[in-house]
């Protein structure tokens, strides 16, 4: 059974940084595309960013040129690193993880990321 970990959350003021990592375990297998979502209170979860196993990226475009999603598939993790953060990012951050070959899907627990002054 896939499981997906993240860890990185936290507090930070208006134009602080933070990043987050989300490790697969139970698998050697990297997933075909993996990504981040997010979910604020009172809103249906959104895309953030994905990233292909080939490094293909896409971004949400209120993160675009802020937040760069990244992997390396020897350790199986993923990352978003998010700067220049603002109160409107604050949301649960998911970790989300699509396999073709057994077109399966996972996500993580989740993330809390708070930005506020």
């Known amino acids: 059974q896939v499981q997906l970990v993240e860890s990185g959350g936290g507090s930070v003021q208006p134009g602080g940084s933070l990043r987050l990592s989300c490790a697969a375990s139970g698998t050697r297998v990297s997933p075909n595309v993996a990504g981040w979502y997010r979910q604020a209170p009172g809103k249906q979860r959104e895309l953030v960013a994905t990233i292909t196993r080939g490094g293909s990226t896409n971004y949400e475009d209120s993160v675009k040129g802020r937040f760069t999603i990244s992997r390396d598939n020897a350790k199986n993790t993923v990352y978003l690193q998010m700067n220049s953060l603002q109160p409107e990012d604050t949301a649960v951050y998911y970790c989300?993880?699509?396999?073709?070959?057994?077109?399966?899907?996972?996500w993580g627990q989740g993330t809390q990321v708070t930005v506020s002054s």
């Open positions: 989300n993880a699509r396999f073709f070959y057994s077109s399966s899907e996972y």
